[in-house]
T-cell receptor, first 114, second 114 residues
Framework: GDSVTQTEGPVTVSESESLIINCTYS????????LFWYVRYPGEGLQLLLK?????QKGSSRGFEATYNKETTSFHLQKASVQESDSAVYYC???????????FGAGTKLSVKP | DAGVTQTPRHEVAEKGQTIILKCEPV?????LFWYRQTKIQGLELLSY????????DGGAFKDRFKAEMLNSSFSTLKIQPTEPKDSAVYLC????????????FGPGTRLLVL
């Protein structure tokens, strides 16, 4: 089936360090997957961070980047220098153009130490 | 524009009770989703509606969970009877066009079953 696997949390990094949260997907029934990163900041609702719908393209937002790699079926989230305000739970999600609901990874809780 | 609204924000129930959670999607959105959010499982799909028609039902939740969409602007999730393992945050989301579109999430209902 279609599924998403991401870095198991919690992840703790120090401010100004680099970050990578891994996300790999299995899209056995989806011809053209769409890939998303959602984020839930403390006290806030889940919201879109970035999305990419075309293989080979990169999405970016708030200093985060993710490249849709069809060969490795990956969509890793990266940031060169994290800030304390990036502390949140990050979810990778897989969507399609058919009548299927998006599939989410288990979420990765990130804590950034000052 | 109003986002997704969910009521109540918190619910405490005794084991065996029936509870009903409510959701109003973003105006004009065709798709509505119910998810259960836990730290261990992440986001689990409960139900997915498109234009009020049920498109997908989370297989593991069919026996005690029933979502309905009475009109395009209102949905309910009934849990009957509740069990302590149902304690979680229940999220409602809507989108314009299913798996390829950005989902907009409500603030969630935190359910505690004693």
């Amino acid at each position: 089936g279609d599924s998403v696997t991401q870095t198991e949390g919690p992840v703790t990094v120090s401010e100004s360090e680099s970050l990578i949260i891994n996300c790999t997907y299995s899209a056995t029934s989806i011809a053209y997957p769409n890939l998303f990163w959602y984020v839930r900041y403390p006290g806030e609702g889940l919201q879109l961070l970035l999305k990419v719908i075309t293989a080979g393209q990169k999405g970016s937002s708030r200093g985060f980047e993710a490249t849709y790699n069809k060969e490795t079926t990956s969509f890793h989230l990266q940031k060169a220098s994290v800030q304390e305000s990036d502390s949140a739970v990050y979810y990778c999600a897989l969507g399609d153009q058919n009548n299927n609901a998006p599939r989410f990874g288990a979420g990765t809780k990130l804590s950034v130490k000052p | 524009d109003a986002g997704v609204t969910q009521t109540p924000r918190h619910e405490v129930a005794e084991k065996g009770q029936t509870i009903i959670l409510k959701c109003e999607p973003v105006s004009g959105h065709n798709d509505l989703f119910w998810y259960r959010q836990t730290k261990i499982q992440g986001l689990e799909l409960l139900s997915y509606f498109r234009s009020k028609s049920l498109m997908e039902d989370g297989g593991a939740f069919k026996d005690r969970f029933k979502a309905e969409m009475l009109n395009s602007s209102f949905s309910t999730l009934k849990i009957q009877p509740t069990e302590p393992k149902d304690s979680a945050v229940y999220l409602c989301a809507s989108s314009g066009l299913g798996g390829q579109d950005t989902q907009y999430f409500g603030p969630g209902t935190r359910l505690l079953v004693l």
